[in-house]
C-alpha cells in the first residue's frame, strides 16, 4: 500500500457473513412500472421529503435504502420520514478504515437498522487488472442479494456529481432490476448538500479534511486539489468513471 493511504478496516459490531442464500423473490405489481413513470413526472420538483415519503408509503417494507457513507445527507432525510427503514451498506472488504469508523458513528446516531453485504468471493488484488470485474464481484452482486425480493430502492444519486448522472430523475423504473429507483436528491447541487449538513449539523467523513470529496474504495480513490472534479479521484489513470451498480 502507499505511503500515507489510509488503511481499510471494519465495522464493530455490524458486519455479517455473506450468504449465498437469496430471498424468495417478491412478485413485482403489474402496475408498478407506469405508476412509477406517473411519480416521475409529478415529483419531478417535489422537495426531497416528499419524494421520501411517497416512497415510504407506496412501497412500505418493500422499499430499501442503500448507502455509500461518504456522507449521511441521505439517512439524514429518509430517517426525518421513516427512521425504522433498513439501510444497506455494501462492504466491499476495501474501504477505508475512516469510511468503516464513519458508517458505526452515523448508525449509533440514528440506531439504524443496517444491513451490511460482503462479497462471497475472498480478498484479491483484481481491482488491479480487472476494476470492472471487481466491481461486479464487490458491489454489483452484493447490491443484486440487497435487492432481491423488493419493489424499489432508494439511492443518494445526484445529477451534480458526474456527467454520466446529469439526468439522473427523482424516479425512474429500473428495468435491469426490475424494480422502482428512486432518488429523493437528484436535483441537489454541491452547495445543498453543504448548507444542510451545516443546518442539521451532520458528522462529516474524516477523509473530507483531507482532500476526498468522492470516496470509494482505497485502492481506486486518490485525493484530489481543491477545485478538481470531485470525482477526478475515482479510479485515477483510467478511463472507468462508474461501478456499475447505477448503469
Known sequence: MAAGVPRAGRIGGVLTAATATLPSPAGIAAGDRAECERAGADLAHAGASDVVAWATARFGHDLVVTASFQDCVLIDVVWRVRPDIQVVFLDTQYHFSQTLAYVERVRRRYDLDLRVLRPLARPDEAWRTDPDGCCRTRKVEPLRRALAGRRAWMTGLRRAQSPS?????????????????????????????????????????????RGYPSIGCWPCTRAVDEGNDPRAGRWPDRSKTECGMHA
Open 165 to 209: 448522472r446529469a439526468d439522473t430523475p427523482v424516479v425512474a423504473w429500473d428495468a435491469a432490476r426490475q424494480l422502482v429507483k428512486v432518488n429523493p436528491l437528484a436535483g441537489w447541487g454541491d452547495g445543498d448538500v453543504q448548507r444542510y449538513v451545516q443546518r442539521h449539523r451532520l458528522p462529516v467523513h474524516p477523509l473530507r479534511a
